[in-house]
């Protein structure tokens, strides 16, 4: 495991290298990015400057929601968006080539591709964390920021699977990909708001298949000390975080089998 | 010379010996004709001359694949959307061959004609429907990541270097990825450096380099964890004729020097000219002939092709032993045996009798080869 | 006019290659549009000030920016800026057409196809499940109808330019960079104009992207009164011509920077 981490660690370096190879697209790439995102937050304030609450949530509590969402996507993005392309590196043969190489294919693929440019969403999101935690009345203790950061964690992961199980569809077909991508970006736009101002199906959705509720919502209500209305225990609260890291487990047994059925059809 | 890495002895495999054993016995399969093998000798009960296992063993190899039909109209890619039609097709139908340590093996067809299927068989990216396969002792598709880490492979095509980063840095990362340990890894990677001449383009990103100097790259990057087989697929598509040189020169010391085992696909009869002493002929997924390159010649054609650019394009070019089969403004192209009469002579017989630019003789292309063994092949079949 | 019309045709028959994806993004749409009114619906249920424009009216809007969301100038045209990149803008001088409208066809065809792909089935579900009402008045469906075909035109004025841009290398990339962002916020896509804060409403109002989005499906809503379309419409064709002017000295500059500097 630590051999893996070191080399994962390597695979990224030389990355982040190449990408700086191109220096001025790089900082455009970055600078788009942060702007993009920033015009999320800047519609989210706008709609809390006319309508003041949503179901009884201020613009300091969802900005919380949104800063964790958008750190974890953005971590996510960095650092499993090998998954996210990986169309076109089976269409155009890198995939055997890693299947040629004395290493897991899932970590070859993730470090294949480690997008710096996500720094932009990054330090947007974080930006708006650190403003949501400092205007909100909350007792920062040691126990809470620990819950933040495995939230964040937990959520970067739950998007992770969410690209391994797109890069999984691969295998199997080629004109679905874009079911996944639409959960994957529409979820991120789901979970910068509370859970509750959606529908019952919608949210059964975010909550059971894709555990979103999990890394964002729930936490939120341990760290902000609020009832929740859709009446979830205070433990599950506290663990709920760790259904992230369990998707991308199942997610990543999935990954074998897409794999399996690769080296058997060859499609 | 240092040698820590190239974990196996040298070697010669002994081509020598003049026997043809046959081995249908042993392992029921069709009897091939080829050189007097060690592999035969090796099927005698003694077993005694030559206790090495092969490299790879491939028996009755059959793998098929499921093509998805598309039926045409919008409708049809709904339907296609929710269910397809497939058809089934045999890449690879029944294969049987040995290597044994120390061969360099040219392994030519044309597209499509199962070449490929086998590599990726033998190197464990598929699993084949049926048939035995082991590559240095392992099953392939079982073991994958064990058998890769003694496996080499290039690709014409593609290059496995990191497009943006300059080649030293490439090679670093392949020793995390191979675990190859420090001293052996700095030994082998100077060593190949050298070898290849390669000292002046460590530092220039890989994008930058020609074709020739890449290549050159992508086969040092390929052999830095000393594997003992390596498969080469076109290492000289698209290449100058002294990049072509190179890369030749090269892997024959590589097979020579170090007896490193060598799976070659080309469509360049020089190519196997060059390096082969023995060529698997595949075609729709099935062996037409394993041997020596003469032999295989010698089955199907024994014709040379003689392309003359004429001084008079207008002259009226006749010559004893030699068939006109094309003409093109100055340029004629004929064919001619040189079993009948010898290249040489042909030439100097060719240049007495008419004025010439310039001249060359060279092999009829794979292709032809191939189709013609294809021609035999199905004129001996009902 | 053939040469032109044989660009728009030839990127049709691309396109239709292409109709699972279409498909599947006409889906994406659907489940985006879903999030953005339940989000709309709860700010509505949280606060009791009347709105400047109602609910049912947010919801056809939102509808109707998510089927025409292909419309967006959020891009540059692919073939342009790979024409640009491999260097080859000279050859596209030998031909004996009018290299600005080559180039605008292209855009128009590029935001066109998809757009009339895509659109039908969003609009269909929608109006049947989802709350897309219809318009008001024949008067309104009109003007809407007129503003639409606009809207086309401006967006493929506003892609010319950016992709025209990009003979800049660097500078052209970050302008396009931030013409993107601007056209999400200014176009009404992410929040209906009439929820915007007075100050960064009269920036919007100022900009050209209003007239891809808002201006039409305001005139569609009747939020826009029909009395009031002729100005909408005249403003919004004061910026065609003025983003095609540009857009035409600016491929002049370009084209004569490149002859000089012999790119």
């Known amino acids: ?267 | 010379m240092t040698h820590s890495v190239w974990q196996q002895a040298t070697f010669r495999p002994p081509y020598v010996l003049g026997v043809v054993w046959d081995k249908s016995h042993t392992h029921g399969g069709t009897r091939q004709p080829g050189l007097a093998r060690a592999d035969r000798l090796r099927c005698r009960p003694s077993g005694i001359l030559w206790p090495m296992p092969p490299v790879v063993r491939v028996e009755r190899l059959v793998k098929t694949f499921q093509i998805a039909e598309r039926r045409p109209g919008f409708g049809g890619a709904l339907a296609g959307l929710f269910r397809r039609r497939y058809r089934a097709v045999r890449a690879v139908d029944g294969i049987s061959f040995d290597i044994d340590p120390g061969e360099l093996v040219g392994y030519i067809g044309p597209n499509g004609a199962g070449k490929s299927t086998t590599v990726k068989v033998l190197s464990g990216i598929l699993v084949p429907d049926s048939g035995i396969c082991r590559v240095l002792g392992r099953v392939p598709w079982e073991e994958r990541i064990a058998t890769v880490a003694q496996l080499g492979v290039v690709f014409g095509q593609r290059t496995q270097l990191w497009w943006d980063l300059p080649v030293l840095e490439s090679f670093d990362l392949l020793r995390d990825i191979y675990r190859v340990p420090r001293t052996a890894y700095e030994s082998a990677r100077d060593e190949l450096i050298a070898l290849l001449e390669l000292a002046p383009l460590l530092d220039v990103p890989v994008r930058q380099l020609s074709l020739g100097q890449r290549m050159r790259c992508d086969l040092a990057a390929s052999l830095l964890h000393a594997p003992r087989l390596l498969f080469l697929d076109e290492p000289t598509i698209g290449l100058d004729a002294v990049s072509k040189l190179a890369v030749r020169d090269f892997v024959r010391r590589l097979n020579r020097e170090r007896g490193v085992t060598v799976i070659l696909t080309t469509h360049d009869l020089d190519d196997i000219e060059a390096l082969c002493n023995r060529v698997l002929v595949i075609g729709q997924g099935r062996i037409l002939c394993d041997g020596s390159l003469a032999e295989l010649r010698g089955r199907v054609t024994t014709q040379r092709c003689l392309t003359v650019d004429l001084e008079d394009a207008g002259a009226v070019v006749d010559c004893p032993g030699a068939v006109v089969v094309g003409r093109d403004g100055h340029r004629v192209h004929l064919r001619f045996d040189p079993v009948q009469v010898p290249a040489p002579e042909m030439i100097s017989r060719f240049v007495s009798r008419h004025a010439v630019r310039d001249l060359f003789v060279e092999n009829p292309p794979i292709e032809e080869i191939v189709a013609r063994l294809f021609a035999q092949e199905s004129a001996r079949k009902p | 006019m053939k040469p032109y019309l044989a660009v728009v045709a030839a990127r049709f028959r691309v396109h239709v290659q292409y109709r699972a994806a279409a498909l599947a993004g006409a889906g994406t749409q659907l489940f985006w549009g879903l999030i953005r009114v339940m989000i709309f619906e709860a700010f509505y249920r949280s606060s009791t000030a009347v709105q400047p424009i109602s609910m049912a009216q947010v919801a056809s809007y939102v509808w109707l920016s998510q089927a025409t969301f292909a419309m967006l100038p959020d891009h540059v045209e692919a073939e342009i800026r790979d024409t640009i990149r491999d260097g080859n803008v000279a050859s596209e001088l030998l031909r004996p057409v009018d290299i600005y409208w080559v180039w605008y066809c292209r855009c128009l065809s590029f935001t066109l196809i998809p757009t009339l792909m895509r659109c039908f089935p969003i609009l269909l579900l929608a109006g049947l499940f989802f709350g897309l009402k219809p318009p008001p008045s024949a008067a309104a469906a009109a003007a809407a109808g007129a503003a639409l075909l606009g809207a086309m035109l401006l967006s493929s004025a506003i892609t010319a330019l950016v992709s025209i841009g990009l003979l800049w290398t660097i500078s052209g990339e970050g302008i396009a960079r931030l013409s993107f962002a601007a056209a999400y916020l200014f176009s009404g896509m992410m929040l209906p104009l009439p929820l915007f804060p007075d100050w960064l409403r009269a920036i919007a109002v100022a900009l050209p992207y209003h007239g891809v989005i808002d201006v039409p499906f305001r005139l569609y809503l009747g939020h826009i009164p029909p009395s009031a379309a002729p100005a909408a419409l005249a403003a919004q064709a004061g910026w065609i011509v003025a983003l095609v002017l540009a857009g035409r000295l600016l491929l002049k500059r370009g084209l004569t920077r490149l002859v000089v500097q012999g790119g």
């Open chain 1, 1 to 267: 495991m630590p051999g893996t981490l070191a080399l994962y660690g390597r695979y990224a370096s030389a990355s982040v290298k190449s990408q700086l190879e191109y220096r001025a697209s790089f900082l455009m790439h970055a600078a788009g990015n942060f702007l993009l995102s920033g015009i999320d937050f800047c519609t989210l304030w706008a709609l809390f400057n006319r309508f003041g609450t949503i179901r009884g949530w201020t613009l300091a509590e969802v900005a919380l929601l949104y800063g964790m969402v958008n750190l974890s996507f953005a971590l996510a993005e960095a650092l499993a968006r090998g998954f996210g392309t990986f169309e076109t590196l089976v269409r155009h043969g890198g995939f055997d080539r890693m299947l040629l190489r004395p290493r897991s294919t899932a970590l070859q693929v993730a470090g294949q591709e480690v997008q710096l440019m996500r720094v932009g969403r990054f330090f947007q999101g974080g930006g708006v964390l650190l403003w949501a935690a400092a205007s909100l009345d909350v007792r920062w203790t040691a126990a809470k920021v620990t819950l933040t950061a495995a939230a964040i964690i937990g959520g970067a992961c739950l998007f992770a699977g969410l690209f391994v199980l797109q890069a999984t569809l691969t295998f199997f077909t080629t004109s679905t990909l874009e079911i996944v991508n639409t959960v994957t970006y529409g979820g991120v736009e789901t979970a910068q708001y509370p859970l509750s101002v959606y529908r019952p199906w919608f949210r059964g959705f975010f909550t059971f298949v894709v555990p979103l509720a999990c890394v964002n919502y729930l936490p939120a209500h341990a760290l902000l000390e609020r009832n929740d209305p859709l009446g979830s225990p205070s433990w599950l609260r506290w663990a709920a975080p760790l259904a992230g890291v369990l998707f991308l487990t199942v997610a990543l047994r999935i990954w074998e089998l897409g794999v399996r059925h690769y080296r058997s059809t060859g499609s």
